[in-house]
């Protein structure tokens, strides 16, 4: 006897609103963004024009229920949306990735009724949200942050700097964890919500960075910053909670980051390919070409169902924590493997700037830092497996 009465759905079979959904976002994203790319890639900007128009598609509040002005969808439409437009860019696809994977989904998850009803409206048109966990001394020993709290009466005075923060020079509204209690441990880590406008908070130095360029990354300065105390986001100590939740799903939204990006890859290499013309033949015509294009589209469908399982699993309310953090690392593996044999298809032209492929191999490399580097993510695997 199976488990279920009926038989599941193969995990890339896509229910009817799925398919839409995701092909007004494949669409947008070769008529809209693709354009954009390079310029913003070299001058490591996104247009505010182009983040106007996320919001206008909807996947900016995709799983913002649809009385708060979002789209009332599901964690997998996120994943969907940030793998088509990862196919583009994966510097878009990680602003809307963190919107919707991290900040939306901590909202929903822990924010207060009233805290949706201020917030979610604002996240669904016209707020960019960012996630503040890092800091210069403690990246994977997140619980070792430094940033401290400390109760003022009727406000929350923050103090500390945070690091690495993705969207920080578009963003209005921040989640930023910080200990009220450092002599508690991680039991003292709580999480606030923080708007760009409060006094005494400020964005620092933007990174100059080797891949997702036009995605921001920025330090964030809290210098006696007040917050007033009804943005306590979940309970007062169980921010180690809210951060550690959020990030077991919002990796898988960083797995279908990687998959995109290996499958924009895939296309590229597809393309040129059967263009490219040596000893008389289109070098798709040799043997060795066609099978390392083969060793390609196979790895990312691997990795592709992968984070649909996770997904898949998350939505479904089951356990999902040991195949989010499997999806995540081998998606980020075969994304600067495909990226790489890309560049290697293209020969010298794929050195170059003026062909898309040598970008995607500089923006694979985050995939097995953020969120969690590989190691971290095969510290949660080993342990599943080993006990
Ligand atoms: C572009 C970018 C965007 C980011 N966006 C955000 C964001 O929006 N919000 C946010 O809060 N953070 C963000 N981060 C931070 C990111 O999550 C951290 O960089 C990451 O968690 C790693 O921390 P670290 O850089 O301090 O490296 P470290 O923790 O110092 O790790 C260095 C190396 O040591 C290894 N290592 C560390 N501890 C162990 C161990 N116990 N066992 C085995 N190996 C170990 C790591 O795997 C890694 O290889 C971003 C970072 C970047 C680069």
């Known amino acids: 006897m199976s488990e279920t009465a009926t038989l599941p759905l193969a995990l890339t079979a896509l229910a009817e609103d799925e398919v839409i959904f995701r092909d007004s976002v494949r669409q947008f994203a070769d008529q809209q963004i693709r354009p954009l790319v390079r310029d913003m890639d070299e001058h490591a900007k996104l247009p505010r024009d182009l983040v106007d128009k ?32 990862s196919r583009v860019d994966p ?45 210069a001394g403690s990246g994977s020993d997140a619980f070792a942050l430094a940033t401290r709290a400390v109760d003022a009466g009727d406000e929350w ?27 508690a441990g991680y039991r003292g880590i709580t999480a606030f ?26 330090e964030l300065l809290l210098e006696d910053c007040r917050v007033p105390k009804a ?6 100590g169980k921010g180690y909670k809210v951060a550690i939740e959020t990030l077991n799903e919002g990796r898988i939204g960083i797995g279908a980051q990687m998959v995109g990006l290996a499958q924009g890859a895939v296309d590229h290499a597809a393309h040129y390919t059967k263009e490219r013309r040596q000893f008389g033949k289109a070098i798709a015509e040799f043997q060795g070409v066609q099978f390392q294009v083969a060793r390609m589209a196979t790895e990312v469908e691997a990795a592709r169902l992968l984070v649909y399982n996770a997904a898949r699993l998350r939505d479904m309310g089951r356990p999902f924590l040991t195949e989010a953090a499997m999806c995540k690392l081998f ?7 495909c990226a790489s044999m890309a560049v290697n298809l293209f020969g010298g032209y794929g050195f170059t700037k003026d062909y898309p492929v040598e970008k995607l191999y500089r923006d694979a ?4 830092i953020y969120e969690g580097t590989s190691n971290m993510q095969l510290q949660t695997i080993a342990k599943a497996v080993l006990g």
């Open 54 to 85: 996320l919001f206008d598609l909807g996947v900016m509040g995709i799983e913002v229920p649809e009385r708060f002005g979002g789209s009332g969808g599901t964690f997998f439409h996120s994943v969907l949306a940030v793998e088509a437009i």
């Open 91 to 135: 510097s878009v696809a990680v602003l809307v990735d963190v919107q919707n994977t991290l900040v939306i989904n901590a909202f929903l998850r822990w924010g207060t009724d009233e805290q949706k009803a201020t917030y979610l409206p604002r996240l669904a048109t016209k707020w960019v949200g960012a996630y503040a966990l890092s800091e």
């Open 157 to 183: 005075v923050l103090n500390g700097r945070k690091l690495w923060i993705t969207n920080g020079a578009e963003a209005e509204v921040f989640i930023v964890l910080a200990n009220v209690k450092p002599d």
């Open 193 to 218: 919500l923080v708007e760009r406008s409060f006094p005494g908070f400020s964005v620092g130095k933007k990174e100059d960075k080797l891949g997702i360029r036009a995605s921001s990354t920025c």
């Open 231 to 236: 943005n306590v986001l979940g309970e007062v």
């Open 331 to 337: 998606s980020s593996e075969v994304a600067e493997s």
């Open 365 to 368: 490399k985050i995939g097995q």
